[in-house]
C-alpha cells in the first residue's frame, strides 16, 4: 500500500471533507482517505497497482479543489 497526502485550497466547511472521503472511499483501490480540516489536508491509502497518486489528485480536482502540494510515500 502507498500514502499520499495532498494539501488542498479551498476547504472551508464540513460538506467540504463529507464529499472528498466520500468520492475518495469509493474509488477503486483506495484502502481509505481522510481529510484533516483544520491542516487542510488529505490523507489516502491507496494499491499502487489500481491506482497511483495523480489519478488521485485528479479526482480531487474534479471535485472543484486546487491542490497545492502532494506527497507520496
Known amino acids: 500500500m502507498s ?3 495532498f ?3 479551498p476547504l472551508t466547511c ?5 464529499k472528498i472521503e466520500s468520492k475518495l ?7 481509505s482517505a481522510a ?4 491542516s487542510r489536508k488529505v490523507k489516502a491509502v491507496y494499491d499502487e497497482s489500481q ?5 488521485l489528485e485528479e479526482i480531487i480536482k474534479k471535485l ?4 497545492l502540494s502532494a506527497k507520496v510515500s
Open 3 to 5: 500514502k499520499a497526502v
Open 7 to 9: 494539501q488542498l485550497e
Open 14 to 18: 464540513p460538506s467540504c471533507i463529507k
Open 25 to 31: 472511499s469509493k474509488t477503486v483501490g483506495v484502502d
Open 35 to 38: 481529510v484533516l480540516f483544520i
Open 51 to 55: 491506482i497511483n497518486a495523480g489519478e
Open 64 to 67: 472543484g479543489y486546487e491542490v
